[in-house]
């Protein structure tokens, strides 16, 4: 292993306290020089913690000519940080092709975790958490966006989603078009003094989105997993027993329907197509 070394540093995401001492550490006395995607919104947080420190620009569209000179730096013994503007560098941000070079030429690359959206939204969305699915940004063109969101719902995990305020009203959209009743949970400027979460459907959300105006801030949606469904035999059956509880005709097909997963036009041709052959029983 060559003696050089690249720390990928995660920075806060809004809250400038959510910085780990070891990046601090590492930032002040240990890294000879940090690349960062915008060396003007890097050094704010440098000044805040009083480090002084060279600062170069990494970002997607000088990557590869910034690799090959991180590269040599690193052959030279240096230690280089590796920050993004805000959260984890590389998820849904610029690294990956440094990080590569780096492995492939035998240098050491440590992480420094810390923030990211996408784990501060998830515990704190209320939905499970033990499985998930990080999609990063779904694509900007309608076809291609509603294609990946059909793939998502086709899972059976969380999903955790990252946009931007000027696409989430359309991304709601098709997140109601495709995933329907499906709980979701919008978290809006984590960390940060106007912190919100939303929750609900798509539609609901949407909602009371349209109230306000503009949206502002920065937004991760994490996507409930579709709910398990229940084995039911007999989907008629079980209209009748609930009607029997006392339930209205229309709210027991819409349980059954939703406990088994099958449409709730189904559920209501088979509640019907017993009721008849129930009442030709009776009158025979
Ligand atoms: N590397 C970052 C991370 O680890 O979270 C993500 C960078 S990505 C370019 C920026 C996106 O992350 C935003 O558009 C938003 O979807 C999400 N994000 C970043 N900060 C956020 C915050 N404070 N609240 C909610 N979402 C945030």
């Given at each position: ?6 720390y990928l540093?995660?920075t ?82 610029p ?7 780096a ?15 996408a ?15 990080f ?39 098709d ?63 079980e ?7 006392g ?17 709730k ?10 009721g ?9």
């Amino acid at each position: 292993m060559l003696a050089g070394t690249l720390y990928l540093i995660a920075t806060p995401i809004g809250n400038l306290e959510d910085i780990t001492l070891r990046a601090l550490r590492l930032l002040r006395d240990e890294i000879t020089l940090i690349a960062c995607e915008d060396t003007r919104h890097t050094q704010k947080l440098l000044e805040h913690y009083s480090i002084r420190k060279p600062l170069v620009s990494y970002h997607e569209h000088n990557e590869t000519r910034r690799s090959s000179e991180l590269l040599r730096r690193l052959g030279a013994g240096e230690s280089i940080g590796l920050v993004s503007d805000a959260g984890t560098p590389l998820i849904s941000d610029p690294g990956y092709r440094i990080v590569n070079a780096a492995i492939q030429e035998g240098f050491n690359v440590v992480p420094v975790p810390g923030s990211s959206a996408a784990l501060a939204a998830l515990p704190a969305s209320g939905l499970p958490a033990d499985e998930f699915w990080f999609a990063g940004f779904v694509p900007s063109k309608p076809a291609a966006r509603r294609k990946r969101l059909l793939e998502l719902a086709a899972l059976s995990v969380t999903a955790v989603l990252y946009e931007t305020p000027h696409r989430i009203a359309e991304t709601l959209t098709d997140i109601e078009a495709v995933f329907g009743e499906r709980k979701i949970v919008l978290a809006r400027e984590l960390t940060k003094i106007h912190e919100e979460f939303l929750r609900g459907t798509a539609k609901e959300i949407s909602q009371q989105l349209a109230g306000r105006g503009a949206i502002k801030g920065e937004i991760t949606l994490v996507i409930a997993r579709a709910e398990e469904k229940e084995q039911v035999d007999d989907p008629a059956a079980e209209v009748a027993k609930l009607e029997a509880e006392g339930m209205d005709r229309m709210e027991a097909i819409k349980t059954v329907a939703r406990r088994s997963g099958l449409p709730k036009r189904e559920v209501y041709r088979l509640a019907e197509a017993r009721g008849s052959n129930q009442a030709h029983k009776n009158l025979a």
